[in-house]
């Protein structure tokens, strides 16, 4: 059973950075065919997807986020990171970590952790 | 603006069956496999149907998924109070390269 469990700041500045980290226990961050994502969840854009990183550090990200998002992982730590860099408050939402099952048309994400609220205010 | 198209609210009475539609385009759900998420109030989403129709271990049978083109159908039969959720659609998006999900369905067990 895999455990994530995400980490950072609640609360962020408006033009500053939102850094998060999610820890993986349960099993390996380096597990075939698994990416390591991170999607967000607000009342005005619902579920939304940020993008993910394979345990080699190829990563996707959503067009939309691309220019500001970052996703890293630590295999040896078993944790992976997002850094979302000039925020507004339109980014205020609940971040969750997740692991997603990916090939070719073949997608889902079958572990969550809890989430965590990010709130961008000054 | 979500990617993916659901009714905003569905209802039905304790036993009864409800479906929740998901609708996309030939970008998204008409070339990938259709998964669906569970969501109770204050809880992170729920994995509930993988590859348009198949079960986690531990999801009842009262919970099915089917594909048409590029529509998807979750099902619940039996209906309990405890089933009262938000439902989401979700799949890849070959035009965005990303993963897309739908705006969520609220269902309510009268």
């Known amino acids: 059973q895999v455990h994530l469990q995400e980490s950072g700041p609640g609360l962020v500045k408006p033009s500053q950075t939102l850094s998060l980290t999610c820890s993986v226990s349960?099993?390996?961050?380096?597990?075939?065919?698994?990416?390591w994502s991170w999607i967000r969840q607000s009342p005005e854009k619902g579920l939304e997807w940020i993008g993910y990183i394979y345990y080699t550090g190829s990563t996707r990200y959503s067009p939309s986020l691309k220019s500001r998002v970052s996703i890293s992982v630590d295999t040896s730590k078993k944790q992976f990171s997002l850094i979302l860099s000039s925020v507004t408050y339109a980014d205020t939402a609940v971040y969750y970590c997740?692991?997603?099952?990916?090939?070719?048309?073949?997608?889902?994400?079958?572990?969550w952790g809890q989430g965590t609220l990010v709130t961008v205010s000054s | 603006q979500s990617v993916l198209t659901q009714p905003p609210a569905v209802s039905a009475a304790p036993g009864q069956k409800v479906t929740i539609s998901c609708s996309g385009s030939?970008?998204?759900?008409?070339?990938?496999?259709v998964s669906w998420y569970q969501q109770l109030p204050g809880t992170a989403p729920k994995l509930l149907i993988y590859d348009n129709d198949k079960r986690p271990s531990g999801i009842p049978d009262r919970f099915s998924g089917s594909k048409s083109g590029t529509s998807a159908t979750l099902g619940i039969t039996g209906l309990q109070t405890g089933d009262e959720a938000e439902y989401y659609c979700g799949t890849w998006d070959n035009s965005l390269s990303a993963g897309v999900f739908g705006g969520g369905t609220k269902l309510t067990v009268l």
């Open positions: 349960g099993g390996s961050i380096s597990s075939v065919d698994y990416y």
């Open positions: 030939s970008s998204n759900i008409g070339n990938n496999y």
């Open positions: 997740a692991r997603m099952y990916h090939l070719d048309s073949r997608g889902y994400v079958d572990y």
